[in-house]
């Protein structure tokens, strides 16, 4: 393409040097105006002479924050619609496009033009020699916060005289044509091998390029089977940067299940600065991708320091009283039976990192469903709240006293030489497994530091990362476990056993209460308050039930057992036959005026010169209350985000909602709490840190204003 053009201008400008000096001029049409482009009709030459061809241009002019787009216009978009209808003497004509850039916004990633672009035309001539008119009802689609189907009808006549060029449109028209990428040759690119990868639910690839420079800032396009989508490529280079591997992820199949990306044919485009390349390719076996080693021990640090600092967070409070007395316990066990601590705190935990696998896998499923995946994702649903409600219902009542779990003799016994006591009345390794698993369902509500970089790792990758992340933030966890089993002398400096433990325990089964009752609080917010009366009304008659069977005798304790266990099995399914609650419509009364979230209001709002806080939140997560309690709803921040030009968008995530979900993804997040700042200081947003500090929110702020601070 950008060969035959450049003959045809040059063979235009003989013309006009064999034909001697005049006035020629381009034939151009006037300028047409739209909503967010303006266009015009642009040719070489003002004649047909005796070419074959005319090397013309649609000029389109692109007002500020629009812009419109190439041939494959990403998540969305279209790319410009010609119809030449009217036209004579012209054969079949076709479009050029000039290499695109990457736009990636709140998730979106489109590509094509921003200011100005000229789609080179080659126009045929059917009968040389004689006059060509030329008809264009041109449609192009620009977007800014709102996207606009821009039309445009040109019409005007190339006589029979000569071919004379205006070098100003010649060399606009060559400009734009040298920027259609071509086999690589010129610019000194070459696209190497294509091989699929495992990355991900849909696959990927991994694509290999070589450049006599060296790479400054490479993007790469992929164009397959329509419906395909393509992530922006991870790129390494070597050799000096002259060599380069892209790994892209491919983000949505045309198929479900996603087919085979080995075999397909692709068209792959490779765009550094001026230079570009485009060759067509045919995906080579399947390879495996992982990161190099330095990456994963990286990402491990991490996961292991985020898990750790999880049992410090206020999401985990509730479950402290279910470690404490594990804990306090071992402050009596005598020194000659070390054997027996360390397998109790070895079973809670197997019990954590159980739960973090659990959880792994769960969240494995969901992707390869091509469902949302989050941390903590499961409070969304309200039987799994009603379920958590009356299991740490009935561990308070088995702290203070209202019921034991006694097995038969034989089970007794097993669980006895299972612990190494050797005696029936220990207690066995199913109690502290069950501890470790019960924390750590209960400890997801939130995000702490680190486990949300982990988290945005793994869940953006494979099974196997996703499997190893997770297991490494449940060892996190669980490492003060493995501490003191590690090493059972730190067991001693704790209190020893005495009738204070009986108080201690009646404290934390109420505490446990005080855990089923923000449950049912969580709950209340999912479903119709009918709803949530009725477990609450279901946990307290279980309640009751196992304070008259503790005085009961045999008879009564088995009836109870059996009334206890279907009023907990009537509260878990009494969710079921209630349709979901409007969370954002019970918001709490707030001195700050709150908007409700809407993606695709926040550039608009930016180039208003407002400045967006987005503030993503959740009834059942702990972290997101302490941020409100002692940051966001705490003067000086609420006063300035209550300030005219601050638009304060609240996204309430406590029930599912896909659009939070792609706008956390969209930022590699995949749990809350999460806070950013738009403005025109910060039109890509700041994001800020998973506990709140007032002077990070207010320098955010004033970042994001920009100058006009």
Same mark, same amino acid.
């Given at each position: 393409?950008?060969?035959?053009?450049?003959?045809l201008?040059?063979?235009?400008?003989g013309?006009?040097?064999?034909?001697?000096?005049?006035?020629?001029?381009?034939?151009?049409?006037?300028w047409?105006?739209?909503?967010?482009?303006?266009?015009r009709?642009?040719?070489?030459?003002?004649?047909?002479?005796t070419?074959?061809?005319?090397?013309?241009?649609l %000029?389109i002019?692109?007002?500020? %924050?629009?812009?419109?787009?190439?041939r494959?216009?990403?998540d969305?978009?279209?790319?410009?619609?010609?119809?030449?209808?009217?036209?004579?003497?012209?054969g079949?004509?076709?479009?050029?496009?000039?290499?695109? %850039?990457?736009?990636?916004l709140?998730?979106?990633?489109?590509?094509?033009?921003?200011?100005?672009v000229?789609?080179?035309?080659?126009?045929?001539?059917?009968?040389?020699?004689?006059?060509?008119?030329?008809?264009?009802?041109?449609?192009?689609?620009?977007?800014?916060?709102i996207?606009i189907?821009?039309?445009f009808?040109?019409?005007?006549?190339?006589?029979?005289?000569?071919?004379?060029?205006d070098?100003?449109?010649a060399n606009?028209?060559?400009?734009?044509a040298?920027?259609?990428?071509?086999?690589?040759?010129?610019?000194?690119?070459?696209i190497?091998?294509?091989?699929?990868?495992?990355?991900?639910?849909?696959?990927?690839?991994?694509?290999?390029?070589?450049?006599?420079?060296p790479?400054?800032?490479?993007?790469?396009?992929?164009e397959?089977?329509?419906?395909?989508?393509?992530?922006?490529?991870?790129?390494?280079?070597s050799?000096?940067?002259?060599r380069? !591997?892209?790994?892209?992820?491919?983000?949505?199949?045309?198929?479900d299940?996603?087919?085979?990306?080995?075999?397909?044919?692709?068209?792959?485009?490779?765009?550094?600065?001026?230079?570009?390349?485009?060759?067509?390719?045919? !995906?080579?076996?399947a !390879?495996?991708?992982?990161?190099?080693?330095?990456?994963w021990?990286?990402?491990l640090?991490?996961?292991?320091l985020?898990?750790?600092?999880?049992?410090?967070?206020?999401?985990?409070?509730?479950?402290?009283?279910?470690?404490?007395?594990s804990?306090?316990?071992?402050?009596?066990?005598?020194?000659?039976?070390?054997?027996?601590q360390?397998?109790?705190?070895?079973?809670?935990?197997?019990?954590?990192?159980?739960?973090?696998?659990?959880?792994?896998?769960?969240?494995?499923?969901?992707?390869?469903?091509g469902a949302?995946?989050?941390?903590?994702?499961?409070?969304?649903?309200?039987?799994?709240?009603?379920?958590?409600?009356?299991?740490?219902?009935?561990?308070?009542?088995?702290?203070?006293?209202?019921?034991?779990?006694?097995?038969?003799?034989?089970?007794?016994?097993?669980?006895?030489r299972?612990?190494?006591?050797?005696?029936?009345?220990?207690?066995?390794?199913?109690?502290?497994?069950l501890t470790?698993?019960?924390?750590?369902?209960?400890?997801?509500?939130?995000?702490?530091?680190?486990?949300?970089?982990?988290?945005?790792?793994?869940?953006?990758?494979?099974?196997?990362?996703?499997?190893?992340i997770?297991?490494?933030?449940?060892?996190?966890?669980?490492?003060?476990?493995?501490?003191?089993?590690?090493?059972?002398?730190?067991?001693?400096?704790?209190?020893?056993?005495?009738?204070?433990?009986?108080?201690?325990k009646?404290?934390?089964g109420?505490?446990?209460?005080?855990?089923?009752?923000?449950?049912?609080?969580?709950?209340?917010?999912?479903?119709?308050?009918?709803?949530?009366?009725? !477990?609450?009304?279901?946990?307290?008659?279980?309640?009751?039930?196992?304070?008259?069977?503790?005085?009961?005798?045999i008879?009564?304790?088995?009836?109870?057992?059996?009334?206890?266990?279907?009023?907990?099995l009537?509260a878990?399914?009494?969710?079921?036959?209630?349709?979901?609650?409007?969370?954002?419509?019970a918001?709490?009364a707030?001195a700050?005026?709150?908007?409700?979230?809407?993606?695709?209001?926040?550039?608009?709002?930016?180039?208003?010169?407002?400045?967006?806080?987005?503030?993503?939140?959740?009834?059942?997560c702990?972290?997101?209350?302490?941020?409100?309690?002692?940051?966001?709803?705490?003067?000086?921040?609420?006063?300035?985000?209550?300030?005219?030009?601050?638009?304060?968008?609240?996204?309430?995530?406590?029930?599912?909602?896909?659009?939070?979900?792609?706008?956390?993804?969209a %930022?590699g997040?995949?749990?809350i709490?999460?806070?950013?700042?738009?403005?025109?200081?910060?039109?890509d947003?700041?994001?800020?840190p998973?506990?709140?500090?007032?002077?990070?929110?207010?320098?955010?702020?004033?970042?994001a204003?920009?100058?006009?601070?």
């Open positions: 393409m950008i060969g035959r053009l450049a003959i201008t040059a063979a235009a400008f013309l006009t040097a064999l034909a001697g000096p005049g006035a020629a001029r381009a034939a151009e049409t006037p047409q105006n739209a909503k967010g482009a303006s266009a009709l642009v040719t070489a030459v003002d004649g047909t002479g070419l074959g061809e005319i090397p013309a241009g %000029h002019r692109l007002d500020p %924050h629009w812009k419109t787009y190439w494959s216009p990403g969305a978009g279209l790319p410009p619609a010609l119809d030449w209808t009217g036209s004579a003497n012209l079949t004509a076709t479009l050029a496009y000039p290499a695109p %850039h990457r736009f990636q709140f998730g979106l990633e489109t590509y094509g033009y921003e200011t100005e000229v789609f080179p035309l080659t126009l045929p001539v059917a009968q040389k020699g004689q006059p060509q008119h030329l008809a264009l009802a041109a449609t192009v689609l620009v977007c800014s916060d996207c189907p821009a039309s009808t040109f019409a005007f006549d190339l006589p029979a005289g000569p071919a004379s060029p070098p100003a449109a606009l028209i060559d400009r734009y040298n920027a259609v990428p071509g086999d690589g040759a010129a610019a000194g690119l070459a190497g091998p294509v091989a699929a990868t495992s990355v991900g639910p849909n696959g990927g690839l991994r694509i290999e390029a070589t450049a006599r420079e790479f400054e800032a490479p993007d790469i396009f992929v397959g089977a329509p419906g395909d989508a393509f992530a922006a490529p991870r790129i390494t280079t050799e000096g940067g002259r380069l !591997v892209a790994e892209i992820d491919r983000i949505q199949a045309v198929t299940p996603p087919a085979a990306l080995t075999g397909s044919p692709l068209t792959l485009t490779l765009v550094d600065g001026p230079r570009s390349v485009e060759a067509k390719a045919t !995906v080579g076996a !390879v495996a991708t992982a990161p190099d080693a330095a990456a021990l990286s990402i640090g991490v996961a292991l985020g898990g750790l600092i999880l049992n410090l967070m206020p999401c985990v409070l509730p479950v402290l009283s279910l470690k404490l007395l804990i306090v316990k071992l402050g009596g066990v005598e020194a000659g039976t070390p054997r027996r360390r397998l109790g705190l070895l079973a809670t935990a197997a019990g954590i990192v159980a739960s973090f696998l659990v959880l792994a896998g769960g969240a494995v499923g969901l992707k390869a469903a949302s995946v989050g941390w903590g994702i499961q409070f969304q649903e309200p039987v799994f709240l009603a379920a958590m409600a009356v299991i740490v219902t009935l561990f308070g009542a088995n702290l203070l006293g209202l019921f034991e779990v006694v097995l038969p003799g034989r089970a007794m016994d097993a669980a006895a299972a612990s190494g006591a050797g005696r029936p009345e220990q207690e066995g390794l199913a109690g502290p497994f470790g698993a019960f924390a750590t369902l209960l400890a997801t509500p939130c995000s702490a530091p680190f486990v949300g970089t982990a988290l945005g790792f793994a869940l953006s990758r494979g099974p196997l990362e996703i499997g190893t997770f297991a490494a933030l449940g060892i996190g966890m669980a490492l003060p476990y493995l501490l003191i089993a590690a090493v059972p002398g730190l067991a001693r400096l704790l209190p020893r056993p005495g009738r204070w433990m009986a108080w201690v009646a404290l934390l109420l505490a446990l209460f005080g855990t089923a009752a923000w449950l049912l609080s969580v709950l209340a917010v999912q479903v119709p308050p009918a709803a949530a009366a009725g !477990v609450a009304a279901a946990l307290a008659a279980i309640g009751r039930v196992l304070w008259l069977r503790r005085r009961g005798g008879a009564i304790r088995r009836i109870g057992a059996v009334v206890a266990a279907v009023l907990a009537a878990v399914l009494l969710p079921l036959r209630f349709d979901r609650s409007d969370a954002a419509a918001q709490a707030s700050i005026p709150w908007i409700r979230f809407d993606q695709a209001a926040i550039p608009g709002l930016v180039r208003e010169g407002k400045v967006v806080f987005v503030d993503v939140t959740a009834d059942w702990l972290t997101c209350k302490v941020n409100k309690l002692l940051v966001i709803e705490r003067d000086p921040v609420a006063a300035a985000l209550s300030e005219a030009g601050v638009a304060p968008l609240l996204a309430d995530w406590t029930n599912p909602d896909q659009g939070i979900a792609d706008y956390l993804a %930022h997040r995949y749990g709490p999460f806070n950013a700042v738009y403005g025109p200081g910060a039109p947003g700041i994001l800020l998973e506990l709140l500090s007032t002077e990070a929110v207010l320098d955010a702020l004033k970042q204003r920009g100058a006009s601070s």
